[in-house]
């Protein structure tokens, strides 16, 4: 069969299943409200948590940068693409996470790539939380070891996979914050279980860096684990830093060897200067300006009271990532629809991103969020309109 014809009849497949995806295009800038194909929405459903995309200090700091260093780093780390801003970027990022060193990567799909790729050989063991972004898996599936997958949040099953073990190097690779359940990781347990076992644990704390602990530095820092010894902490900073790329953290002899090693750090073009600086002053505002983090977690609770209250399907986070599980595609593409006729943007999330049956809206929280905009959203959500969208599936 023809090239197109197979691809096109995966098309129609996924149509049929309700589970065809489209890019929205916008005409501004990230904030609390989107403009998209003319029509202004309030914005449920972005990862810039703390509200710094637009923020006129990154934006400044990415003018000066470019003003002096130009658009592009020209080259890798280790050629000549390396700036002293990233040199500065890094050693923010360590003193805030608390750790010996940071490396900054040009996508958290590159850092998550690097770890086992650089750490594990063929007969070593790799366990993944069988949640965990498709990063995390895709790096397991194309390092050299074999990965194992433990059913969600199963600190007995790590254990048990550690103990029967006989490898000589085993890793234990986890989200921070789930990205699609808004749910976290045991990770103090996973900490002293990893000691135990002379394990390395690895977060990824995506969802985490900016939003919790008491400065901001993550999941790791509010469960009171420290970035060091065996426990590698990975974060990016284009969701609650509100900029672009990741980084990963940790002792420096291990950093020193994804320098060495890790060939997605090593062959490719390192983060423009611009990134760079923005990055920077962000830091600086997730350690300065708490109130953000604050007002985010006080919207949340908000939230999640009279969500509760009106019985809506919520799953237990008490992250800005606030899931409504509605089971079919249909109903969630239905409810996606009915949000954006109230002048709401939060997209219908579907297999395979997501388990068949799981369907769902992720509602995303922001710190410039108002009261007001919650208000709206909560009118949608407790209306006719939406609980006469889920009859039919709920009579089935």
Not at 56 to 78: D, N, V, W, Y
Not at 101 to 113: D, E, I
Not at 222 to 234: I, K, T
Request: neutral net charge.
């Amino acid at each position: 069969m023809p090239w197109q014809d197979e691809i096109e009849r995966t098309f129609h497949q996924r149509k049929q299943q309700n589970r065809w995806r489209t890019r929205k295009r916008l005409q501004s800038a990230q904030g609390r409200t989107l403009n998209i194909d003319g029509q202004s929405l309030l914005n449920f459903c972005s990862n810039d948590y703390l509200a710094l995309a637009d923020h006129p200090a990154l934006k400044r700091a990415a003018i000066a940068a470019t003003e002096t260093f130009g658009t592009g780093s020209g080259a890798s780390h280790l050629v000549c693409g390396h700036q002293e801003l990233h040199h500065q970027l890094e050693r923010k990022i360590a003193a805030l996470v608390g750790a010996e060193q940071a490396v900054v990567f040009s996508t958290g799909y590159m850092a998550n790539l690097a770890v086992p790729q650089t750490f594990l050989g063929r007969n070593d063991l790799l366990l993944e939380d069988k949640l965990n972004h498709a990063s995390l898996l895709d790096a397991g599936a194309i390092s050299p070891v074999k990965m194992k997958r433990y059913p969600h949040l199963d600190v007995d099953a790590v254990d048990q996979a550690l103990t029967g073990s006989n490898a000589k190097r085993k890793m234990v690779l986890t989200d921070g914050v789930f990205s699609m359940d808004g749910d976290v990781a045991p990770v103090r347990r996973l900490a002293d279980l990893c000691e135990r076992h002379d394990a390395m644990l690895v977060v990824d704390d995506a969802h985490g860096f900016g939003v919790l602990g008491a400065n901001g530095a993550g999941l790791l820092q509010r469960e009171n684990v420290s970035v060091s010894g065996n426990v590698l902490m990975v974060g990016t900073l284009g969701k609650a830093a509100g900029s672009f790329g990741a980084f990963i953290a940790g002792d420096a002899v291990y950093l020193q060897a994804l320098i060495q090693f890790a060939r997605t750090y090593i062959y490719t073009t390192a983060l423009p200067p611009a990134v760079a600086a923005a990055s920077i002053a962000a830091i600086d505002l997730i350690k300065s300006e708490a109130e953000r983090r604050e007002r985010l977690h006080s919207l949340i609770k908000r939230f999640r009271n009279e969500a509760t209250d009106a019985k809506l399907p919520l799953m237990p986070s008490q992250t800005a990532i606030q899931p409504l599980v509605l089971g079919s595609e249909k109903n969630a593409l239905a409810v996606d629809a009915l949000l954006r006729e109230n002048n709401i943007l939060a997209i219908a999330i579907r297999p395979p991103t997501v388990t068949a049956g799981s369907a769902r809206i992720r509602l995303t929280f922001r710190a410039d969020h108002t009261d007001e905009d919650l208000d709206q959203l909560l009118a949608v959500l407790i209306s006719d309109s939406f609980r006469r969208l889920l009859q039919p599936e709920e009579a089935e």
